[in-house]
Antibody
Framework: QVQLQESGPGLVKPSQTLSLTCTVS??????????WSWIRQHPGKGLEWIGY???????YYNPSLKSRVTISVDTSKNQFSLKLNSVTAADTAVYYC??????????????????WGQGTLVTVSS | QSALTQPASVSGSPGQSITISCTGT?????????VSWYQQHPGKAPKLMIY???NRPSGVSNRFSGSKSGNTASLTISGLQAEDEADYYC??????????FGGGTKLTVL
């Protein structure tokens, strides 16, 4: 059974860097075949995709966050991480990590996020 | 603003069927890409319910079904139960490698 678990500080000061780690068990990030994603949810709001990492080093970020986001991997620990710099109160949210399956056939692609971590609330406040 | 549009809320009585729509652009949901659906109970992480428009992961009740017509995907829940009360989100693979979510639909079981 694949499980993901987020960890990191629950409180970050404005202008600082938010850093979270997702520990994966039951699957290997380095085995390939899946994308490893971060998704956030502002309080009482919907889901927002942040970006993904694919083993081999490729990453892709939501254009709205691209200038502030870095997703990286530590294969020795089977973990992937999120860094979001220059945070403001608008970055207060529950942050989820998730494994993403992608299946493309020609010009058509299908993706799905499963499983998800339990989520961790990060509050940006002084 | 989400690239996928869902109704803010739907409701139904136990035993009834309800349908949640998800309307996207031609690049998301439309002719090229497909939709997945997620259920989220309060304080919990989202759970995959439907992928590739109409496929159910193992363990998901067959009361949940998905379909698509043009730029609109739909999630239908039949035999509504109290435990189905939750928020539901659609998601799609959009153009330029971007993933998008709908704004979410709150399902109330009356």
């Amino acid at each position: 059974q694949v499980q993901l678990q987020e960890s990191g500080p629950g409180l970050v000061k404005p202008s600082q860097t938010l850093s979270l780690t997702c520990t994966v068990s039951g699957d290997s990030i380095s085995s390939g075949g899946y994308y490893w994603s971060w998704i956030r949810q502002h309080p009482g709001k919907g889901l927002e995709w942040i970006g993904y990492l694919y083993y081999g080093g490729s990453t892709y970020y939501n254009p709205s966050l691209k200038s502030r986001v870095t997703i990286s991997v530590d294969t020795s620990k089977n973990q992937f991480s999120l860094k979001l710099n220059s945070v403001t109160a608008a970055d207060t949210a529950v942050y989820y990590c998730a494994r993403e399956g992608v299946d493309c056939s020609g010009a058509s692609c299908n993706n799905w996020f499963d499983p998800w971590g339990q989520g961790t609330l990060v509050t940006v406040s002084s | 603003q989400s690239a996928l549009t869902q109704p803010a809320s739907v409701s139904g009585s136990p035993g009834q069927s309800i349908t949640i729509s998800c309307t996207g652009t031609s690049s998301a949901v439309g002719g090229y890409n497909y939709v997945s659906w997620y259920q989220q109970h309060p304080g919990k992480a989202p759970k995959l319910m439907i992928y590739n428009v109409s496929n159910r992961p193992s363990g998901v009740s067959n009361r949940f079904s998905g379909s698509k017509s043009g730029n609109t995907a739909s999630l239908t829940i039949s035999g509504l139960q109290a435990e189905d009360e939750a928020d539901y989100y659609c998601s799609s693979y959009a153009e330029s490698n971007i993933r998008v979510f709908g704004g979410g639909t709150k399902l109330t079981v009356l």
